[in-house]
């Protein structure tokens, strides 16, 4: 029973948020730490997140019973109730809001919960199931967590704040674009309207380029702007930046194994989205 309470707040999910919260908690700290707020942020963000991703589980049975890499989740094998998750998930959300208001700010703790509201109530519950615009707006939600990081410690809404923001939406487009090429005949199974199926493969492409520099020049405004000091910093991202724009071009030469190409630039964009949080923290500790 404690695999499936495990399994339904998708682990990897939560765990790729912690690391981006990570990075923005590393980035305000500026290397003077203030562990109680460093560790129980991280631990409220996990709370928060894995309470979005149970409501996520709950509104989506019918669409991942039609999917095949979601056709095994938890709540379609019908290993848990939804009643049960719906607990579950109430639990995690207000534990995980009183912890972030008590060890933080009200600042973060509101964060937290528009990012919530987004992600079920606003992506969840309508925008993904209804508009080729939905992509957007998953990609809000989850651009909130290393923003919540940043405000815990700073407690300001400020240009760091709003540089996070902007390169966690330019990364999260084209890994989700990526994800709708790789896995197209699900999302059409599912009848779910993401760009590759109303636009076309062609067009998002060219969406996903786009966003790719976007996430560049925000990449590149933390170094220039002041907010990351380190030469090793501009070097290296410079350098996966350039290799995954590269990788992404390489898309426009052949439309013949289109799938391949939009695996390979999703795992990268993991790699690249990792590097970047460990070389703020490096770069802060």
């Known amino acids: 029973m404690l695999k499936q309470y ?3 707040i ?4 939560v765990f790729s948020n912690l690391i981006s919260c990570f990075g923005g908690l590393s980035l305000a700290s500026k290397g003077n730490i203030n562990y109680l707020i460093f560790i129980f942020t991280l631990i409220g963000v996990l709370l928060v997140v ?3 991703c ?3 589980n709950i509104i989506d049975i019918d669409i991942d019973s039609k999917m095949e890499r979601t056709k095994n989740r938890i709540l379609v094998k019908g290993l848990m109730s939804i009643k049960s998750c719906i607990i579950y998930a109430t639990i995690l ?3 995980g809001v009183i912890v972030i208001y008590i060890t933080a700010n009200n600042l973060t703790m509101l964060l937290a919960v528009i990012g919530f509201i987004v992600y079920v109530g606003i992506y969840s519950m309508y925008m993904k199931r209804k508009s080729v615009y939905g992509t957007i707006i998953g990609s809000l939600a989850g651009a909130v967590p290393p923003v919540i990081g940043y405000c815990s ?9 709003i540089i996070l923001l902007l390169i966690f939406i330019f990364w999260q487009m084209p890994h989700s674009y990526a994800i709708a090429i790789f896995r ?3 999302y059409e199974l599912a009848s779910i309207p993401v760009l590759p199926i109303k636009k076309g493969i062609n067009v998002t492409k060219k969406h996903i380029t786009l966003y790719i520099i976007g996430f560049i020049v925000a990449t590149l405004l933390l170094y ?10 501009l070097i290296i991202m410079g350098l996966i930046n350039l290799f995954w724009l590269l990788l992404v071009l390489q898309g426009y030469k052949s439309q013949q194994h289109d799938d391949v190409w939009a695996k390979k630039n999703f795992l990268f964009s993991i790699i690249a989205i990792t590097s970047l949080s460990l070389l703020i923290a490096i770069d802060k500790l």
């Open 224 to 233: 220039f702007k002041g907010y990351v000091n380190s030469y090793k910093y």
């Open 10 to 13: 998708k682990p990897v999910i």
């Open 50 to 52: 894995a309470s979005g």
């Open 6 to 8: 495990l399994q339904v």
């Open 93 to 95: 959300l207000i534990t």
């Open 54 to 56: 149970v409501f996520n």
């Open 153 to 161: 410690v700073s407690n300001e809404f400020d240009t760091g704040a």
């Open 184 to 186: 197209l005949k699900d």
